[in-house]
């Protein structure tokens, strides 16, 4: 195998990857979260939290969403830290803090919502492919197109994380540029109306922070595994910390507040509480309307790529010792079985984030305290591959274990505010926990 395949097999393994090999630079990596982040999934949180589809007004909205991405770029610079001085993946990471098998049990939860979340942005991809053809041709079926995507956005998967890398920076400038011009339409024909929600008195309380975490947790799963994109990452010698900081923070706080705020656009203009209708609604004409589905399409597939794919195809490899093909085939046929066509409704939706949150947050909390507090940053990457220096207990760390339980389950009794109050709890007792003396 000549050094470029060897290079490809790394990246796409679980082994480290060397800075060498690493395909992005700092502003690629941000690019690929513009193309990862303009999706219709961010649009809906816009969409659902304003009044009178939800309870708070325009300024709280944004507010929340300031405040959601604020703190999802933070702790993704935090998590993916290993990933970018290691070259390390998530799963790999994680058997410091769990153990050789609970960061499998982990990695499982992870991939859940991942699987779910890349049926649902086929399934969206799918919607916007029908209103293409029935606008042209008068005829379409959404199964049809649903599983079309499923099997092309696996294709291109299934060559590469080089090839994600290339085809997400190509797309996220053409798919910005688009949705920006249509805004501007948008606001030039005056067809929103801002007095409404803007007059509507809202909360600053708990419905305001039970709004601003269901933001927050849309992407929990992004910052639990940042280490599998950040190890693609070359730092050319700088300060880890920066890099990153200014990778995830360009990368995903603009089109996270651009997203939220086309969902608010959309619904203030329309009244409508399905984005892509309102979309269609407000195109000027339907040349235009059409070329705006399109770009839906392609930010449904780049998102799924980097963020619903990448994950569960690495830790598959590990879980069931299969390749990344293989592993690509795996995710493609589960997401099929969670149903997507039911999680996107609004009765759903929320709640669904909220749940697999009640775990994500307390499994990020106990790796943070793991690699910043107890081994401040230092990692013998040996170490981590032999298969017996955290073997713990049958290959489980009953501190990183027992606190992922007990923060689940403090999450789950006030689930709206599922990661403000598993987050802190779990980090406060996984630290408690290790002080006692155990050695797992």
């Not at 996220?172 to 339409?185: E, H």
């Not at 499994?363 to 591959?385: H, N, P, S």
């Not at 501190?399 to 980090?427: E, N």
Request: charged share 10%; net charge positive; glycine share 8%.
């Amino acid at each position: 195998m000549d050094n470029t395949n060897n290079a490809s097999a790394s990246r796409d393994s679980l082994q480290p990857v060397a800075e060498a090999q690493r395909p992005m630079t700092q502003g690629s990596y941000a690019l690929v979260f513009w193309s990862s982040g303009i999706i219709v999934q961010i649009m809906v949180i816009g969409l659902y939290l304003l009044h009178p589809v939800g309870a708070l007004n325009f300024v709280q909205v944004i507010v929340a969403g300031v405040v959601a991405s604020i703190l999802v770029a933070l702790l993704m610079t935090l998590q993916g830290h290993a990933g970018m001085r290691y070259g390390i993946p998530f799963i790999v990471q994680g058997r410091t803090a769990f153990g050789t098998q609970g960061t499998k049990v982990v990695a499982i939860l992870r991939c859940i919502p991942a699987i779910a979340w890349n049926g649902i942005g086929t399934w969206i991809g799918a919607l916007a492919l029908q209103q293409v053809t029935t606008s042209l041709f008068e005829l379409g079926n959404v199964w049809v197109y649903f599983f079309f995507l499923l099997i092309l956005q696996s294709l291109l998967a299934y060559r590469g994380v080089g090839t994600i890398t290339r085809f997400n920076g190509a797309m996220s400038l053409i798919i910005f540029a688009m949705l920006l011009y249509f805004f501007y339409i948008v606001f030039a024909e005056g067809n929103i109306d801002f007095s409404t929600a803007s007059e509507v008195p809202g909360s600053w309380g708990l419905l305001w922070i039970a709004g601003m975490m269901a933001a927050f947790a849309n992407w929990t799963t992004v910052i639990l595994n940042s280490s599998d994109l950040t190890r693609q990452v070359n730092p050319r010698g700088r300060s880890i910390l920066r890099v990153s900081a200014i990778a995830n923070f360009f990368g995903v706080i603009p089109p996270w507040l651009f997203m939220i705020l086309s969902g608010m656009l959309i619904g203030l203009a329309t009244g409508s509480t399905d984005p892509i209708a309102g979309l269609v609604e407000l195109a000027p004409n339907p040349v235009f309307g059409i070329v705006l589905l399109v770009f839906i399409i392609l930010a449904q597939i780049t998102s799924n790529l980097t963020l619903n794919i990448l994950p569960p195809a690495l830790a598959f490899q590990d879980i069931f010792k299969i390749s990344w093909k293989a592993g690509i085939i795996l995710v493609a046929a589960l997401s099929v079985v969670t149903a997507p066509w039911y999680l996107l409704s609004s009765d759903y939706f929320f709640k669904f984030q909220n749940f697999y949150a009640s775990f994500l947050g307390p499994a990020t909390a106990i790796m943070l305290a793991d690699y910043f507090i107890i081994r401040r940053t230092q990692l013998d990457v040996e170490k981590l591959y032999d298969n017996k220096t955290y073997r713990y207990s049958r290959g489980f760390s009953l501190p990183g274990m027992l606190s992922l339980v007990a923060g689940a389950v403090a999450s789950f009794v006030f689930l709206d505010y599922s990661w403000l109050v598993g987050f802190p709890f779990t980090l406060v007792l996984f630290l408690v926990v290790k002080k006692i003396g155990s050695n797992g």
